[in-house]
């Protein structure tokens, strides 16, 4: 796999392995000591840099971190790292954990300063074995460490860790499955309110937070507002890993500044198209989002920009497809997976996403009729926001966004 480098934050080479003395050696540890020296400024410092919640939603982290904060303890607040990541075409994560966990964990800790999160669950994907051995390795080395030590001193509560392979459930990453899941049951997601930050794990205040998302905090805390910023391109904060797959000559994990535009991706650090194909289509934001075309090539890649052209950036992964590539079979492929992995509580979910995907499959293989794709254009106006958790609306998103760049493709898979 290709990785770059070209910030040197998170994916900095001196932050690689798993060995905490050489992290505390070269990099690390600082962000967590000035967290301890000013506890009252972190959630301020998060405010100042613009840090969004990278496990797709965006969502503001200080926004989170100050609501937990404002929480009285139950007699716990919990914090999960969330490293389930079971999407198509997103492996960020994964590497992070496996080739630089200490980040992960000292982000976590200062998540324990911040907002008083003293259960700190790491709840990774259990295909993931790498990130599992790593992260347990290096949790081992942190629980006998002196800034261990003094967290648990200042919280004056019991502070534990415990490292997790979740059920491998793609649902069971949505952050209120995740919830059931540390609580030893199957990740259904539960009905909001109330919301995590409220009564999560064991009814106790809960942060749910990405692992890139908690990975840049050390690097924000230690080098400040301003170089965050400054690593970013206009309006945009810091930086974003991007996994970038599909039909590019370099696939891989790539950590660049938040805002390049997505032809810098494609075809300065991805290498261009294989085999010099022109480009069809990007699915942005992994396989739950929607399409962005060739004339989208110049959208900066952020939060806000990309969803101003009607896609999200999501995880920040970005599947590549090329002329000569069926966009219904590939829609279809997504949609089964969707189908699988609805967990079933709401029927419009479960058979939403089964009766769309046996439409998809009926059109792929060429047996649908007109009537097949108008009931499949219909369900894709009446679907979303009937399930409980996000699930569904992704599945539908896909399938709605080929559908508005597509739709010819559809048509000329009919029968009749
Ligand atoms: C079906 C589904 C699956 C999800 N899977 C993940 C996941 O694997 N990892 C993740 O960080 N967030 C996942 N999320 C988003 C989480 O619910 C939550 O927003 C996120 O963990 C919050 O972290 P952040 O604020 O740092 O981005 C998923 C959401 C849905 C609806
Ligand atoms: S929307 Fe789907 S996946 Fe989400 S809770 Fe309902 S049935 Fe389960």
């Known amino acids: 796999m290709n990785t770059v480098h070209k910030n040197n934050v998170l994916l900095h080479p001196n932050s690689q392995g798993n060995n905490l003395n050489n992290w505390l050696n070269s990099y690390g540890g600082s962000g967590l000591e000035k967290a301890l020296d000013a506890p009252e400024q972190i959630i301020e410092l998060l405010k100042g840099a613009g840090l969004r919640g990278l496990g797709g939603s965006g969502f503001p982290a200080w926004k989170k971190w ?7 303890a139950n007699p716990d607040k919990y914090l999960i790292c969330n490293g389930n990541e079971d999407e198509p075409g997103t492996f960020k994560d994964a590497y992070l954990l496996a080739h630089s966990p200490n980040q992960v964990i000292e982000g976590a800790l200062i998540s324990a300063v911040a907002n008083g999160t003293n259960r700190i669950v790491f709840y990774i994907n259990p295909e993931q074995k790498k990130s599992l051995e790593s992260i347990r390795n290096a949790v081992e080395q942190w629980q006998n460490s002196e800034l261990f030590q003094r967290v648990a001193d200042y919280l004056g509560r019991p502070l534990s860790f415990r490292v997790m392979a979740s059920s491998g459930h793609y649902i069971g990453g949505e952050e209120t499955a995740a919830i059931e899941s540390v609580e030893g ?58 996994c970038l797959s599909g039909d590019v000559f370099y696939p891989g994990v790539y950590e660049l500044p938040m805002g390049i535009p997505l032809s810098e991706l494609i075809f300065t650090h991805g290498g261009g198209m294989l085999l010099e194909k022109k480009l069809k289509a990007v699915f942005t934001g992994g396989a739950s989002s929607t399409i962005l075309t060739p004339k989208d090539l110049d959208v900066p890649l952020d939060f806000d920009s990309v969803r101003e052209r009607g896609s999200s950036l999501g995880t920040g992964a970005m599947i590549v497809v090329s002329e000569g590539t069926g966009i219904v079979k590939r829609v279809t492929e997504y949609v089964n997976f969707y189908a699988h992995s609805s967990c079933g509580q709401c029927p419009p979910c479960k058979t939403g996403t089964f009766y769309i995907s046996q439409l998809l499959n009926r059109i792929d293989t060429g047996q649908a009729s007109n009537n097949d794709l108008d009931t499949l254009i219909n369900l894709c106006k009446i679907l979303p926001g009937s399930g409980r958790c996000h699930l569904l609306d992704g599945a539908i998103n896909i399938v709605d966004s080929s559908l508005s760049h597509f739709v010819d493709e559809y048509k000329s898979s009919l029968k009749y």
């Open 66 to 72: 100050q609501f937990v904060a404002e929480q009285a």
């Open 185 to 242: 049951k199957f990740p259904f997601p539960r009905g909001k309110p109330p919301y995590p930050a409220v009564s999560g794990v064991h009814g106790c205040p809960t942060l749910i937070n990405n692992v890139e998302t908690l990975s840049n905090i050390p690097h924000i805390l230690r080098n400040g507002v301003q170089w965050f910023k400054d690593l970013g391109k206009g309006e945009s904060s810091g930086t974003k890993i991007y």
